[in-house]
């Protein structure tokens, strides 16, 4: 008798598709020829195996090993000769990848995206009654958490193993391509009677020869520089890939690189420039798999493709052809501070696990060469070994909401695979008390009954659900989708200035909020012409994006009766829009400090400085709200609205109550 895996084999090498009985197109007989070379291929036969006789299971194997592309789509096979109705999920930590694995996934399938395969992200579900294998971002299956999808996985995973002592019928892969799978096992087997088999991927990878600098770097950006130009002058063929903490820095490496005088004029090879990161279009990322540039003339000597990217191209994304990795060994990180409440995004130094995982990128097809910008001395001895989970250091007010909406009711026994700091918990559950999410006694309220519903940060929620009150509802619609949306503003390189001009035609002085809804009033308008966006250097992308987001929202406030109004006179919405925000954001608000052009964080006494992309005009506002705390050279805050200090009393009593509100500048300035 065939064994699982054969028959699987079988389906997938002869015959007609299993799901849409049509024979295969020539298309799926290329990939096909693709996928038999991956390693998790060969092993078919022994994860049918496993897969058949045991409930939960954790696979082990490299990035590019075929996890995410094949795993599933064995299971889909596995589960398509039996009960109707049954759907593979395969969870992704963020928005890009799992659009794209469904994407590639649909076509080495040989069937149409969006029908037997889909994709649900925040804000877009890609799948039919008839979808029998979905990609999801791990947020939108837990209830759109902002921020930090990656924690999501760990609460779904928290919840799954509660679940599959109940549902047993209900299969768990969890794929994983670190290092630190005995954790996973041992959280797995922890308090659980359900056996939990780990299954490894074995890979053929190649030697990669690690190379440190000497002395430690002053400006890695520059020794990167320096090492791509090194590399492509004096090594054998292959291309590079360069990790960098952002898109700025990745956005100047480029220019650098392609303006570099040797490089123009030495008849040395072509180098192209592909940047990665998460901010650019489905578009620009597929560079990525475009093939090195041809040699100038022909015989002349070859060209290179230099990939430079964030952290995505450490885990996520496989990139085929890699020989050569320049490490600075930096990465940026969103890493929440409970005490003085603050998200920052920081550049920290990456851990071994890190490192070694960066360093793997150059072995997939033939023995490579890792090029770590510091010493080995400072590997050894300043490196962590690990890198922190996310968990440990995200605020987590979306994330207690949705677990209290659940019937989590002990928070802090909750069944964590790395349990966060009691005080952040204690921060998120102050935070959403003060927004009336939940009472005293920590019961959901019927407000936060509805915010939980809303795929949006608690603040913004709140904020929505409260504008009616305030005739503005329209108009904060507009504003939660266009700040769930990416960067709608575009800054092409070596074109800054044009940008900002550009910028300053949507400007309204005193109101960031306002002026990202003036954008997508104006885009709405001008929605025939084709070019419109691009040549008011913004992204298309992101505004269609943010349409798609307040289509969405807009059904929520139906479901919910959240009435969608907007006052008539138009001298007053901007007054009623901003305290509509105070409702949502007061614990995000910042007094100048006078004649220096800086602000004071109300509750916690930060200095920052309003980003300079601000609109807050020449004359500086006394009183601020504010969306987002950054902190990177200094503390920085953006997306800032003027308020009047009377509203904070008006609209968030409770918490400005001065009889106990500490005394101090603010104290005094609010009593004034
Ligand atoms: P893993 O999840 O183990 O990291 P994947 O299943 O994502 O591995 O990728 C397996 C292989 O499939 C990659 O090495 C790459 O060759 C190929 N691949 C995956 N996605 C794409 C894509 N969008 N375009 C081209 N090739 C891809």
């Not at 063929?237 to 040797?262: K, M, S």
């Not at 025939?528 to 992204?539: E, F, I, P, V």
Request: proline share 6%; net charge neutral; glycine share 6%.
């Amino acid at each position: 008798m065939k064994s699982k895996g054969e028959k699987v084999k079988e389906a997938l090498e002869h015959g007609r598709n299993t799901f849409t009985g049509k024979s295969y197109s020539s298309t799926y007989k290329t990939l096909l020829s693709h996928r038999k070379k991956l390693p998790v291929y060969e092993q078919m036969d022994e994860f049918c195996e496993c897969f058949s006789n045991n409930q939960v299971m954790i696979v082990v194997g490299e990035t590019g090993s075929g996890k995410t592309t094949q795993i599933p789509q064995f299971v889909a096979h596995l589960n398509s000769s039996q009960t109707e109705g049954k759907i593979t999920v395969c969870t992704q930590p963020r928005r890009m990848s799992a659009i794209t694995a469904a994407t590639r996934v649909a076509k080495e399938m040989d069937v149409t995206l969006g029908a037997g395969v889909g994709y649900t992200i925040r804000f877009e579900d890609r799948t039919t009654p008839r979808t029998f294998l979905q990609y999801a971002t791990d947020g939108a299956l837990l209830r759109g958490d902002v921020h930090e999808q990656t924690l999501a996985t760990d609460i779904l995973m928290a919840l799954l193993k509660g679940l599959v002592k109940k549902r047993r019928d209900l299969k768990v892969i969890v794929m994983s391509a670190a290092t630190d799978s005995d954790k996973l096992q041992r959280y797995w087997n922890e308090g659980s009677a359900i056996k939990v088999l780990t299954f490894r991927v074995t890979c053929r990878t190649f030697p990669v020869k690690i190379v440190y600098t000497k002395e430690p770097e002053p400006d890695y950006i520059e020794a990167a520089i320096r090492t791509v130009l090194t590399i492509h002058y004096t090594e054998g063929p292959g291309d590079i890939l360069v990790f960098l903490t952002g898109a700025e820095e990745i956005e100047e490496a480029c220019i650098r690189l392609e303006n570099d005088e040797y490089l123009k004029t030495s008849g040395i090879g072509p180098l192209v420039c592909i940047p990665l990161h998460a901010s650019l279009s489905l578009q620009e990322q597929k560079k990525i798999y475009d093939p090195p540039p041809p040699p100038r003339f022909i015989g002349g000597p070859p060209g290179r493709k230099v990939i430079l990217a964030t952290n995505i191209a450490e885990t996520s994304l496989t990139i085929d052809g890699i020989v050569y990795v320049v490490d600075p060994g930096f990465s940026k990180e969103a890493i929440y501070n409970p005490r003085i409440r603050v998200e920052c995004l920081l550049v920290n130094p990456i851990s071994k696990a890190s490192a070694r995982q960066r360093a793997g990128r150059a072995g997939r097809t033939k023995p490579g060469k890792c090029f770590r910008l510091f010493t080995e001395k400072d590997f050894q001895s300043e490196l962590e070994e690990h890198t922190h989970p996310q968990i440990l250091k995200s605020n987590l007010s979306s994330v207690v909401l949705t677990l209290v909406k659940l019937g989590i009711k002990d928070l802090v026994r909750f069944d964590y695979l790395d349990a966060p700091a009691p005080e952040t918990l204690m921060r998120a559950l102050e935070l959403l008390t003060y927004l009336a999410a939940l009472d005293d006694d920590g019961n959901l309220t019927s407000l936060g009954t509805i915010m939980a519903e809303f795929p949006l940060e608690p603040q913004l929620a709140k904020t929505l659900i409260v504008s009616p009150d305030f005739k503005c509802s329209n108009e904060i619609l507009t504003l939660a989708a266009m700040l769930s949306a990416p960067v709608v503003w575009r800054q092409p390189r070596g074109q800054q200035k044009e940008a900002d001009a550009a910028k300053a035609l949507f400007s309204v002085p005193g109101s960031d909020h306002l002026t990202l809804i003036n954008v997508y009033n104006e885009y709405k308008s001008n929605v025939h012409d084709k070019n419109w966006a691009h040549s008011h250097y913004l992204s298309l992308k992101a505004l269609s994006q943010a349409d798609k987001a307040r289509d969405l929202l807009q059904d929520l406030m139906e479901q919910f009766d959240i009435e969608l109004v907007s006052e008539s006179d138009p001298q007053k919405l901007p007054g009623l829009v901003s305290q509509a925000l105070v409702c949502g954001f007061f614990m995000q608000v910042a007094h100048s400090v006078k004649g220096s052009g800086t602000y004071l964080t109300i509750q916690d006494n930060q200095v920052v400085s309003p980003d300079p992309s601000c609109a807050l005009g020449a004359k500086p506002a006394e009183w601020v709200i504010y969306n987002e705390f950054v902190l990177t050279t200094r503390p920085n805050i953006r997306t800032i609205t003027e308020i009047r200090p009377e509203w904070l009393l008006n609209y968030a009593s409770n918490y400005f109550d001065l009889k106990y509100f500490p005394d101090g500048p603010t104290n005094r300035a609010l009593q004034n």
